[in-house]
């Protein structure tokens, strides 16, 4: 099973700031890599597929980068609503999620 | 309205069964391979099975192979999680997700409902 294991647990950011969210693979996943975001009481949302291609309605302030074992969410400037848990999957060999970082109001 | 929506969770008692739901609507469900995934209280995502937009291929978690099946039935756009001999951590809210890719298996979910709640206690 491969193993994504992501960083920081959690991350306080101020609205307007960037947030850097961090996946590592246990092995490599090529270019199968998927960003979900996830609010309380909600279903995860698709952001990113691809590593690095943003799902349909995603605003560009999201981008995703890396490819092989280490991938990074970027969230340029953080909106209130951006506030959440996110998730990273591997979809190269069967589907494996990370534990989760959850991006707090600082 | 493309959507997903789960039923059937509830509190039942070890090694007791139960049946979840996903209703599909907005989209041709019969065209794309569907998911369970679930969510421990407080805890990230562990996906537990696949079936093909046919229901010809199914597979399987290790931590329920044996215990759950998955099926669907295209007829009434609905897709089915059978889960038997439950134990306590399967506790969860289980989602059901849509596979991105026309008629495969093995990408990214693009589409999730909201989840059903299963409480497995005694």
């Known amino acids: 099973e491969i193993v994504m294991t992501q960083s920081p647990a959690t991350l306080s950011v101020s609205p307007g700031e960037r947030a850097t969210l961090s996946c590592r693979a246990s092995?490599?996943?090529?270019?199968?890599l998927a960003w979900y975001q996830q609010k309380p009481g909600q279903a995860p949302r698709l952001l990113i597929y691809?590593?690095?291609t943003r799902a349909t309605g995603i605003p560009a302030r999201f981008s995703g980068s890396g490819s092989g074992t280490e991938f990074t969410l970027t969230i340029s400037s953080l909106q209130s609503e951006d506030f959440a848990v996110y998730y990273c999957q591997q979809y190269n060999n069967w589907w494996t999620f990370g534990q989760g970082t959850k991006v707090e109001i600082k | 309205q493309v959507q997903l929506v789960e039923s059937g969770g509830g509190v039942v008692q070890p090694g007791r069964s139960l049946r979840l739901s996903c209703a599909a609507s907005?989209?041709?469900?019969?065209?794309?391979?569907m998911h369970w995934v679930r969510q421990a209280p407080g805890k990230g995502l562990e996906w537990v099975a696949v079936?093909?937009?046919?229901?010809?291929?199914?597979y399987y978690a290790d931590s329920v192979k044996g215990r759950f099946t998955i099926s669907r039935d295209n007829s009434k756009n609905t897709l089915y999680l059978q889960m038997n001999s439950l134990r306590a951590e399967d506790t969860a809210v289980y989602y059901c997700?849509?596979?991105?890719?026309?008629?495969?298996?093995?990408?990214?979910?693009?589409?999730w409902g909201r989840g059903t709640l299963v409480t497995v206690s005694s």
């Open positions: 691809g590593a690095s």
């Open positions: 092995q490599s996943v090529s270019s199968n």
């Open positions: 997700a849509k596979e991105r890719v026309v008629k495969a298996v093995g990408g990214y979910f693009d589409l």
């Open positions: 079936i093909s937009y046919d229901g010809s291929n199914k």
């Open positions: 907005g989209f041709t469900f019969s065209s794309y391979g």
